[in-house]
């Protein structure tokens, strides 16, 4: 039989061959299992979903037992590629399962990658269509793509898979905002002048007007809204006879959202009733259709009124329904609101408002003295000229890298060009340093560390030890407790030894707001333990607590106030905690709600830095503008001490619809606008002497060049803007 005419990986045609198996099964194989040619199933029930046959790998006994085809011969590296395989399952009594596509590839210098292309739950009931894409970075010795991913006992079907060169998506229109109207309040009757119309209780409770609400703005609202003496009225709705924790007061605005717009949410809330000394979550919440958005949440300790706030983004056109409201208390409590806002925010205007302030915070005063050969002041009059130029910013911006990065040439350009700072995504992390017990390898942090270093970049470490359960390896897991702690030990000598001097800063137990493995095993004393072991290995090293979602007021676990009782309770420990880590993983950001959250940590007198940011967004251009909120807010604020991106390039991120550079190294508007920002954060000045000799600017702290310019010639120096307060002065004799 005749192959089914493959491609050589650089047109639009299918790589695959014999794609639905109208040759048989040629160009196929099991892995780790038998295949078998079909043409129906179960009596006919199972008929081909294209084509005349599929295939079926059955006598399977692990999930990574499939389908697979060699496609060395016709990949082309640096080069996007999609995927799509039609799969089902089939089976007794077979539940729904994980299907994946996998790209098993074997490098020429001999490193194993798998490459995760795609995945989704299939059943025995329909066929359904995985998708995925991927690019190779490395040139490869051996590559093989598989079908794989259900339990064992499970038969899994293909009926066609097509691989091709990925298309270029047409970029996305920026969002028309042209008859949107900043700042307005787009529910109704939110002083409930008109009673409660047109608010309606949702489920059986009970609301009515009530008085004694708070009579001013909540803070977040009047920064953004610029209304500090806008007073509210004092009333609020209170919501009684509540019998589940979703009931409460509920209004419809469907017809009043402009696609793509971020509004902001603002409320001041409170419970009344039996509390019995447990705090109480309340939500506002965005229900789209039948999908939830968090408008913000908050949690209640006692019977105060309690700001709330938050943000959201409708970005598809609803098929029904936009729905508001406010749930979240236990059944038995009432639940009050006063003065609910949900309002367009102007990010131009916030924009305008930070570079006020980051004129204050980012720049110094600089003086160019300007002396001549016997010691005397040059006059304006001497035909002198000063051109000032900044070569960098020294604000720590820096990106995520991944080994297998480092072997595509344009990434590591564009790493290397934009950023002063790297951290590793996966590659200094236990579970890939020691995957197994005592198979230690630091083979590829050190190759990372080597290319950071030969380009004069600052490094983070992260992390020593990740406390949530599910990112700890199956062998430490089933680790008694003394052999835990003598493995902890081992790996945080290990470790710290190795590379004492190397990382600037080390995150040192991850995400201990969302995960408590090591705590549980080893005691409430493990994370102080942990950051002072790390202190004495490396003194040097600024140790860092690191965790999610605690600049975005949505996570009841992730408060400003629960990372600080953290953190001081550390400290209490002896810890030696050295910076605060938010990992900036955002959606829809609102400036006000991030610099709140900013303000609240900035008290513990710390450094603040954004570990991993990454926002997402399909329209770009809304992603820029998500990208370049939270920049601006980092950038402007004194606590912030740096920034680090989650990555940055298409396929290499942990979220979709995050990327700044597309999979074949086109930048898209995301990057585009950092690229403007770190451009406007460069400053650049010429002119001429005063009678005083001076030629005076305020400049980026940074590293500069400055030139002057005679009648007889070209003088050139180079400098360095530091922080502090005082006017810098710098002497040059001409």
């Not at 029930?45 to 697979?68: C, E, H, I, Q």
Request: proline share 4%; charged share 25%.
């Amino acid at each position: 039989m005749a192959f089914t005419t493959g491609s050589d990986g650089g047109g639009d045609e299918n790589i695959i061959l014999n794609p639905e198996f109208d040759s048989g099964l040629d160009g196929w194989s099991g892995s780790g299992c038998k295949i078998e040619l079909h043409d129906s199933l179960d009596d006919g029930k199972v008929l081909p979903a294209s084509g005349k046959y599929f295939v079926v790998a059955t006598g399977r006994t692990d999930t990574w037992n499939g389908v697979m085809q060699d496609v060395t011969a016709r990949l082309q590296r640096k080069m996007a590629y999609e995927v799509a395989a039609t799969v089902r399952l089939s089976g007794t009594n077979v539940s729904p399962c994980e299907v994946r596509a996998t790209l098993a590839v074997q490098t020429a210098d001999g490193r194993q990658q798998y490459i995760g292309v795609g995945k989704l739950q299939a059943s025995d009931k329909d066929w359904a269509q995985l998708q995925g894409k991927f690019l190779l970075n490395s040139t490869v010795a051996k590559a093989t793509i598989y079908i794989e991913g259900p339990k064992a006992g499970v038969d899994l079907l293909l009926d066609c898979l097509v691989v091709k060169h990925a298309q270029k998506a047409t970029p996305s229109p920026p969002p028309d905002f042209e008859n949107l109207v900043y700042g307005a309040n787009i529910i109704e009757n939110s002083n409930l002048d008109d009673g409660l119309n047109p608010w309606f209780p949702l489920g059986p409770c009970a609301l009515a007007v009530g008085e004694g609400s708070p009579r001013v703005l909540p803070a977040m609202a009047q920064e953004s809204l610029a209304l500090d003496d806008e007073p509210l009225n004092g009333k609020h709705i209170h919501v009684t006879s509540r019998t589940q924790t979703w009931m409460g007061p509920a209004q419809i605005i469907t017809d009043k959202l402009t696609l793509h717009a971020t509004y902001q949410v603002s409320a001041w809330v409170r419970v009344a009733g039996k509390m019995n000394g447990a705090p109480q979550n309340i939500n506002i919440a965005v229900q789209v259709d039948s999908q939830w958005l968090n408008g913000g949440q908050v949690l209640a300790r006692d019977e105060r009124w309690y700001e709330i706030g938050g943000s959201f983004r409708v970005e598809t056109k609803p098929a029904s329904r936009v729905m508001v409201y406010v749930q979240g208390p236990d059944a038995s409590l009432d639940l009050m609101v006063a003065g609910l806002q949900v309002f367009p925010v102007d990010r131009k205007a916030r924009a305008k408002h930070l570079k006020k302030i980051t004129d204050k915070v980012r720049k110094r005063d600089v003086v160019v003295k300007l002396t001549g050969a016997d010691g005397g002041v040059v006059k304006a009059t001497e035909c002198v000229e000063v051109r000032v130029r900044q070569v960098s910013n020294s604000f720590p911006l820096g990106a995520c890298i991944m080994r297998t990065n480092m072997d595509n040439e344009d990434f590591v350009d564009f790493f290397t060009k934009h950023f002063n700072w790297g951290v590793f995504g996966n590659e200094l992390k236990w579970y890939w340093t020691e995957p197994q017990r005592g198979q230690v390898s630091y083979a590829d942090a050190d190759d990372l560390l080597k290319l950071c270093s030969d380009n004069g970049m600052c490094v983070r470490g992260h992390c020593i030890f990740w406390e949530v359960e599910n990112m700890v390896q199956q062998w430490v897991k089933t680790l008694s407790a003394d052999d835990l702690s003598a493995a902890v030990k081992s790996r945080i000598d290990g470790l710290l030894t190795r590379y004492k001097g190397k990382f600037r800063h080390y995150d040192v137990n991850n995400e201990m707001l969302h995960g408590s493995f090591y705590q549980d095993k080893l005691g409430k004393d493990i994370r102080a333990t942990m950051f002072k072991t790390a202190g004495e290995l490396d003194p040097d090293a600024l140790l860092f607590v690191n965790d999610y979602n605690v600049e975005g007021m949505c996570d009841i676990r992730a408060t400003p106030e629960a990372y600080i009782q953290q953190i001081i309770g550390l400290q209490e420990q002896g810890a030696p905690v050295g910076g605060v880590g938010l990992q900036g993983h955002v959606s829809n950001p609102v400036g006000p709600v991030i610099r709140s959250v900013l303000d609240r940590l900035a008290v513990l007198g710390l450094p603040l830095w954004f570990t991993e940011l990454d926002v997402s967004a399909a329209n770009e251009h809304v992603r820029a503008d998500d990208l370049e909120v939270m920049l601006r807010e980092a950038y402007a604020h004194p606590a912030v001490e740096g920034v680090m991106l989650w990555g940055f390039w298409e396929l290499f991120m942990s979220r979709d619809d995050a990327h700044l550079v597309n999979a074949e190294g086109d930048i898209n508007e995301a990057g585009r606008r950092l690229l403007q920002l770190k451009k406007e954060w460069l400053t650049h000045a010429r002119g001429h002497p005063d009678d005083n000799g001076e030629f005076r600017f305020r400049g980026h702290q940074g590293a500069y060049t400055v030139d002057v310019v005679t009648s007889t010639g070209k003088i050139s120096q180079e400098f360095t803007v530091d922080k502090d307060d005082s006017p810098m002065v710098l002497d040059i004799n001409v």
